[in-house]
């Protein structure tokens, strides 16, 4: 599958079936979340893909405007926080219809923290693809 048109979109875990969202504040250095909604999806749950070369992307939370970066030191289960500057990820295919939103340079993807505790759960980085827990869905919003 070829990587995704820049654009807007619904970002949903398939391990999970929870959604990437957006509080409205979105505080710097603050975990990004997944949350499975209540009924129809909103603006919280859109996320704007700014295409940069090949398959590296920006991504923003449309609601709030913050940036899905990194912090400085990256370990293996470290958390996806917001920040005013962006980060490049890759995002690699996955398999028909799914995704690895992988930090670029570094051999860490997106994970759902599925054992986490309900409603929310905490995107971590987890080196190498780990199951369906690193798959993410991109739905035109």
């Given at each position: 599958?070829?990587?995704?048109?820049?654009?807007?979109?619904?970002?949903?875990?398939?391990?999970?079936?929870?959604?990437?969202?957006?509080?409205?504040?979105?505080?710097?250095?603050?975990?990004?979340?997944?949350?499975?909604?209540?009924?129809?999806?909103?603006?919280?749950?859109?996320?704007?893909?700014?295409?940069?070369?090949?398959?590296?992307?920006?991504?923003?939370?449309?609601?709030?405007?913050?940036?899905?970066?990194?912090?400085?030191?990256?370990?293996?289960?470290?958390?996806?926080?917001?920040?005013?500057?962006?980060?490049?990820?890759?995002?690699?295919?996955?398999?028909?219809?799914?995704?690895?939103?992988?930090?670029?340079?570094?051999?860490?993807?997106?994970?759902d923290d599925v054992a986490?505790?309900?409603?929310f759960r905490t995107i971590?980085?987890?080196?190498?693809?780990?199951?369906?827990?690193?798959?993410?869905?991109?739905?035109?919003?």
């Amino acid at each position: 599958m070829s990587p995704p048109a820049a654009g807007n979109y619904y970002i949903k875990n398939k391990a999970s079936g929870y959604y990437v969202t957006s509080d409205g504040k979105d505080s710097s250095s603050t975990a990004v979340h997944t949350t499975k909604p209540n009924g129809d999806l909103d603006d919280k749950f859109v996320f704007n893909l700014r295409k940069g070369d090949s398959d590296q992307y920006f991504i923003s939370a449309n609601y709030s405007g913050a940036n899905v970066p990194m912090c400085e030191i990256i370990q293996p289960g470290s958390t996806v926080i917001w920040t005013t500057n962006g980060q490049v990820f890759r995002i690699l295919d996955a398999g028909p219809g799914l995704y690895n939103i992988r930090l670029l340079g570094e051999n860490r993807f997106w994970y759902d923290d599925v054992a986490s505790i309900q409603p929310f759960r905490t995107i971590l980085l987890n080196t190498g693809r780990t199951g369906d827990a690193c798959n993410w869905m991109l739905q035109a919003a």
